[in-house]
């Protein structure tokens, strides 16, 4: 969804197609004196799923938080859907309506239920109270918990608690998905079961996903692997 664009009405699917295509052009980052990406450079079509993968400390995580304008690039361009990456300023916006995000550490609010951490990504939309609770219950009957809404992430399995961090990240129908080791924390079962959710999740919302992991089990249910190696993409 662009930023010009209205919410489109609850229970709506994005067809097949909906995502947006990501260009890395030349791109370098540095922190001090560490350069955690050297001229990376790279395409990711709309609406595939790609695993970024490589050692750790390799620039995953950082080259992930460009794409999502979590951060901005010393030099280079980054491009999702044809316009760059806005800058700090312009950013909230661009998470708002086309990004969506998942992160190894789920980042559930403790004290909040399932549903209300699925609904706390709805308030800034502008729907009434009983779209946000309409939608958020939709979200979680999407990633097969219906039934855990009202129950505490302390009271959740980690894949569970996973899942509800994925119904999290659809709340503003992303046309983009970046998921930074969404299995890293789980076992090989749980781990299992977020990546068929990606994977479902890509086919019914059409969506473009980017993963983050060094899981080769994870890679390989993508389209696509891109190894990225002290900076630079070693592999595509």
């Known amino acids: ?113 399932a549903q209300d951490n699925v609904e706390a990504a709805l308030v800034a939309t502008g729907w009434g109270h009983r779209e946000r609770r309409q939608r958020s219950a939709e979200l979680l009957g999407e990633v097969g918990l219906a039934d855990r809404a009202r129950h505490l992430p302390s009271e959740l399995s980690g894949g569970q608690r996973q899942a509800v961090a994925l119904a999290r990240a659809l709340a503003n129908e992303p046309r983009l998905l970046l998921a930074d080791e969404p299995t890293g924390a789980l076992d090989s079962v749980a781990g299992e079961r977020v990546m068929d959710m990606l994977d479902e999740l890509r086919s019914r919302h059409g969506m473009t996903v980017i993963v983050v992991s060094h899981d080769a089990t994870v890679a390989a249910r993508t389209d696509r692997v891109i190894r990225v190696v002290d900076g630079r993409v070693q592999e595509d």
């Open 1 to 113: 969804m662009s930023a010009t664009e209205e919410p489109r009405s609850m229970g709506s699917e994005r067809p097949a197609g909906g995502g947006v295509d990501v260009r890395v052009e030349d791109v370098f980052k540095s922190f001090g004196p560490i350069e955690a990406l050297r001229g990376v450079s790279l395409t990711v079509e709309a609406s595939e799923l790609v695993t970024v993968t490589g050692p750790s400390g390799s620039g995953k995580s950082t080259l992930l938080n460009l794409i999502g304008s979590l951060d901005v690039p010393d030099r280079g361009t980054i491009l999702v859907g044809g316009r760059p990456v806005p800058g700090r300023r312009e950013a909230v916006s661009f998470r708002r309506h086309v990004v969506g995000f998942v992160f190894q550490e789920n980042l559930l609010l403790p004290y909040l239920s």
